[in-house]
């Protein structure tokens, strides 16, 4: 049996499922399987022989612990320092070559905010129910301040989608109120929002830029699309400008943007999505899986990006994710949604070490560590 990332995309503990199911199957049947995976921690835990390659070409190959507490091949030790785990930070995951490539902006101490200052967001009461009447979100409340990073994590089907389209008034409520910057905008239709002076200041990053880009637009038309509809420009010598600007800072190469999304990496088309979406310098950043496609080296550039995009630009961050490493490292506050209802919130870190519901207790001990897959396998007299 080939598994070819079989588990991308799905949450934790539909990811463990999937795993032992697969797992049983192929025991029961005497299959041989080959797991293909980004996932270390996936590898660790469930693989008695890893084969790293690069380039087409076979660099390392090893049982788990051997390999991965003592990688011989410089591929694959960028491969397992990239790999979040639970003390990661993100400073942590890109080798020193690669953060010299991109000269940052210095960053401004954040500004205070004057007493009395309405958030940035703020959510009360959401709900969304869909045509069969069942509530995709129900009684949903948050606030998200100027600068700040807010993570939504649950199972696949708990409303995190949901949750960040209304945000994104790109689907209408069925209830609740939203406000940004002490402004109504939950009553607005959806399908009116891009008339909104607001429309600029929500941006969204999808979580498959296959589907987000056009692929009849190259990666310049990608990032002054929304600087044609809702920036005022107009095609020129400053659209162009700002185009190369965005580009820049994402780390995407000047000479890409004539190519189109079928001629790009998937971490040069991420960046292309980034791009486009910070083209109109908008104030919250919703992200849905940014980097759920992605190997965990380019996975680890890209987050470093956007947390240097957010610290530059005072960017706040609604960040959706499957990845409860990637949230802990990258989000001040963490969101738990089962069942579209709010179970669990707090401070990110002190969360995840002592969770207080049994849902996201389930969630926690779900997730693969190298570390500990690691650890476990000591005792396993087969590994």
Do not use: W
Request: hydrophobic share 40%; charged share 25%.
């Amino acid at each position: 049996m080939i598994a070819d990332e079989p588990t991308t995309g799905l949450d934790v503990t539909t990811q463990k499922v999937v795993m032992d199911l697969l797992t049983g199957i192929a025991a029961e049947r005497g299959m041989a399987t080959i797991l293909i995976t980004h996932d270390l921690g996936l590898a660790a835990r469930y693989c008695r022989r890893v084969v790293v390659m690069e380039q087409g070409r076979l660099v390392e190959e090893a049982k788990p612990k051997t390999l991965f507490r003592a990688p011989q091949h410089p591929y694959t030790r960028r491969l397992v320092a990239a790999s979040p785990t639970a003390s990661s930070r993100i400073a942590d995951l890109v080798p020193e070559e690669e953060r010299r490539r991109h000269v940052a902006m210095p960053v401004a101490p954040r500004p205070q905010r004057a007493p009395g200052t309405p958030p940035l967001l703020e959510v009360q009461k959401l709900a969304k129910r869909f045509d069969q009447g069942a509530a995709a979100v129900a009684d949903f409340s948050m606030m998200i301040s100027a600068g700040e990073s807010v993570g939504l994590v649950g199972e696949s089907g708990s409303g995190k989608s949901t949750t960040s389209r209304i945000i994104c008034r790109l689907i209408d409520p069925s209830e609740g109120e939203i406000a940004f910057e002490g402004q109504s905008i939950g009553h607005i239709p959806a399908r009116d929002f891009h008339r909104s002076p607001f429309r600029k200041d929500i941006q969204i990053v999808f979580q498959d830029p296959n589907d987000s880009l056009n692929p009849r637009f190259t990666a310049f038309d990608c990032i002054a699309h929304p600087l044609l509809r809702l920036g005022g420009m107009r095609p020129g010598d400053a659209l162009r400008q700002r185009v190369e600007e965005c580009a820049q800072r994402v780390g995407l190469g000047i000479e890409l943007l004539t190519r189109f999304p079928h001629q790009l990496s998937g971490g040069q088309k991420a960046r292309v999505g980034i791009a486009r979406a910070i083209a109109c310098r908008p104030r919250l950043l919703v992200l849905d899986e940014p980097t759920a496609a992605l190997d965990v080296s380019v996975q680890a550039v890209v987050l470093q990006l956007l947390d240097r995009l957010r610290r530059e630009d005072d960017l706040a961050f609604l960040f959706v994710s499957h990845d409860l490493n990637v949230v802990r490292m990258m989000c001040d506050r963490t969101i738990v949604l089962q069942n579209g209802r709010i179970v669990e919130q707090g401070e990110s870190r002190a969360m995840f070490d002592n969770p207080k519901t049994a849902y996201t207790r389930e969630l926690v001990e779900a997730v693969p560590h190298i570390e500990l897959e690691l650890a476990a396998s000591a005792a396993d007299p087969l590994s």
